[in-house]
């Protein structure tokens, strides 16, 4: 069962930032949140990870609630070339460490 | 820097026959997982291998059956097939079982 609770679609304006939401209120404390996207069914493509702390990288921000049920993942400027399917995942750090995906919110970045 | 490579990339099988699906890991992983993904929905993991060993396995059944190689490379064979094993397949490579995976681009099987 998924973890993960996240809208279905969203759409934003080229050059804007990109704000993303995802629930995973029955989060546990050794897991961490994970993002990646899955730009028209090629493999899942990595973007960021974190465990408590807020994440940045050259892709995006990761913005995790204090109680860690709730994460925001922001891309800065979205580009066209940004719109896909976004995944918001949890994953164990013990065990098969496997990832358990939602069914992700579609992004549709518009010029 | 090599990726992971899937190969076939695409592929029509019919009901009741087997096929096999094949990885190519990124140079240096050690542990490979298999994802399902149907139309519409997110990626479902099949199995895992670590070191040639599987040690995790979701919610499939025994028709479904991999092996890892000593160059790490791995397949994903199924047996039996059924029209609702029609997916994208995808294969995911790890630098070791804790580090984040670097997916493939996927096999999509279609079942007739």
């Known amino acids: 069962d998924a973890k993960t609770t996240q809208p279905p679609s969203m759409d934003c304006a080229e050059g804007r930032a990109a704000n993303l939401p995802c629930n995973h209120s029955?989060?546990?404390?050794?897991?961490?949140v994970y993002w990646y996207r899955q730009i028209h069914s090629q493999g899942p493509q990595y973007i960021i990870h974190?465990?408590?702390n807020n994440e940045t990288n050259e892709m995006a921000s990761l913005i995790i609630t204090e109680d860690r049920k709730s994460s925001t993942l922001i891309l800065p400027h979205a580009t066209l070339r940004d719109t896909a399917v976004y995944y918001c995942?949890?994953?164990?750090?013990?065990?098969?460490?496997?990832?358990?995906f939602g069914t992700g919110t579609r992004l549709k970045v518009l010029a | 820097e090599t990726g992971v490579t899937q190969s076939p990339t695409h592929l029509i099988k019919t009901r009741g026959q087997q096929v096999t699906l094949r990885c190519s890991s990124q140079?240096?992983?050690?542990?490979v997982s298999w994802y399902q993904q149907a139309l519409g929905q997110g990626p479902q993991f099949i199995f895992q291998?670590?070191?040639?060993?599987?040690?995790g396995r979701g919610n499939f059944p025994p028709r479904f059956s991999g092996l890892q190689f000593p160059n790490y490379s791995s397949e994903l064979n199924v047996n039996a097939l059924e029209l609702d094993d029609s997916a994208l397949y995808l294969c995911?490579?790890?630098?070791?079982?804790?580090?984040?995976?670097?997916f493939g681009s996927g096999t999509r099987l279609t079942v007739v």
């Open positions: 995911a490579s790890s630098f070791d079982i804790s580090y984040g995976y670097t």
């Open positions: 029955t989060i546990s404390g050794n897991e961490y």
């Open positions: 974190g465990l408590k």
């Open positions: 995942i949890v994953r164990a750090t013990s065990g098969t460490y496997k990832y358990i």
């Open positions: 140079s240096g992983h050690n542990t």
């Open positions: 291998y670590y070191r040639e060993e599987e040690n």
